[in-house]
């Protein structure tokens, strides 16, 4: 198969053409904020239809892994990161359409000149990726593909002659030579006819009067696109009629110098470096970041030190520590049931396990070591919503009816996570509600992560697991943000938070003498 992209193997298409919407569980799982983070910056490249369309096939996801591995390796990182310095495509966009203008007017010949240096620029870019890569230890599919392509382009006909007529371009007009006569508010413009230049002399007899560090009075011509520069620039283009008429002619002949190929890998490339700069600091910071087994069909999944990434983003921004958690799901183990303390961890473990699931399918390294996942075909969330004043049902009704929809959606390949259900609710209803739910999904035989209150919903069935945010034990009231697989026991937390301040039962009844 030819190849086409470092970033798309086998016969996975790219992302549709146009503005892609954003997936409806991008905000529950911070992904939005990861998202925003990576493209930052490379508005130009349009990197965020890569980022919202997740591959359906595992050898494509392989083939992005392979690529992301040889990145690792600091000289081709070193190499590709020169190349896309170059910024061939923008380089090209932007030249072409300073020849397309119809307004040219009196600075032609600058902006061929602008062309002209735009194609070197090319040239010499490409030149170097190919022997680069000829010379670097490759072993992905992409990047070997990429590497036979351009050894096969720039020995093409097409490349060396290009290459050639502009280094001969380049080449004499550096060469050119002309004198100016000032007289007055006229300027004429000749041929160099080896006349002398009385520069050195000039400098030599006024530098005996010269006493120390003097200012430097004349002018700096930041903008060479002035009157008087690009008049002379016509001028010399009438002395010189033949080189010129080669310049036209050259810019209307290579205006689309631009190879199709490089121009796609060009873009494709911004994607694999922006997500390594976007996890770098992470990993100077100590944190894994690891490659993911992906199955899709055993549905038995584990990972170790995992995270949150745009909790770790912000964290180690800041130099505080992240906590790293394990978890897995074995045999006929679907969901884990995540339950103790607020705000001891247990919603971030939910948005790490829908995060692994979605940043596995784009192909990137996911926060962790010895990740083993599912490749699921869906993710759906569950999050706490403020209530809408604008619709004429209550909040657990419209609690219900999203979970109607999403239930009705999902399929046994899905990913479900449920982050605190039916809060607005007594305990006893949302406890027969909850059950309908999570016997639903056991029935699908759905993965899942249920972030909940209520201890009873760890031991529904087989097909759930009880996982426990834990605390100190001599001070239950600091949270360690650990989360272990162990049974639910909220009454054992409520009852050290008692001790810790004398509420327990026997000591109540100590004080009032009973």
Known sequence: MPFRSILFGGDEPGPDAGELPEPEFFRDLNLDQVVGAVTAGRDRYDLRPFFLSPLSDLGAVAYRQEVFQDLENP????????????????????????????????NHYHRERL?????????????????????????????????????????????????????????????????????????????YDEEADYSEQVTATFGRFQQGAVRNYLPEFRDLDTYAAVGVLDLVAKVYPGLFGSLDTFCAQHRTYLDHTIGVVDRELQFYLSYLGYIRPLRDAGLTLSYPRLSAEAKDERAADTFDLALAAQL??????????????????????????????????????????????????????????????????????QEALTTLTGKLQDELNRLHADLTRATPGSVVILNEMFNSTTAQDALFLSRQILDALSELDALGVCVTFLDELASLNDKTVSMVATVVPDDPAIRTYKLIRKPADGRAYARAIADKYGLTYERLTGRSGQ
């Open 75 to 106: 000289d081709v990182y070193a190499l590709m990161a020169s190349f896309a310095k170059q910024e061939i495509v923008a380089r090209f966009s932007y030249r072409v359409r300073d020849l397309q203008d119809d307004d040219l007017g009196h």
């Open 115 to 191: 062309f002209l240096n735009a194609v070197e620029q090319y040239c010499d870019a490409v030149t170097s990726l190919a022997s680069g890569l000829a010379e670097a230890e490759v072993r992905s599919r992409g990047l070997r593909g990429l590497r036979d392509y351009l050894a096969s382009y720039v020995g093409s006909a097409a490349f060396t002659t290009l290459q050639a007529e502009t280094g001969r371009l380049e080449d004499e007009l550096d060469a050119v030579r002309y004198c100016l006569l000032v007289k007055g508010d006229r300027i004429t413009v000749g041929g």
């Open 316 to 385: 180690t921004g800041r130099g505080s520590p992240v906590v790293g958690n394990d978890f897995r799901l074995t045999g006929a183990e679907r969901i884990l049931v995540v339950s103790g303390p607020n705000n001891g961890g247990k919603t971030t473990l939910a948005r790490t396990f829908g995060q692994l699931h979605y940043l596995a399918r784009l192909g990137c390294p996911v926060p962790g070591r010895d990740v083993h996942l599912f490749a699921c075909d869906q993710i759906f969330t569950h999050f706490e919503k």
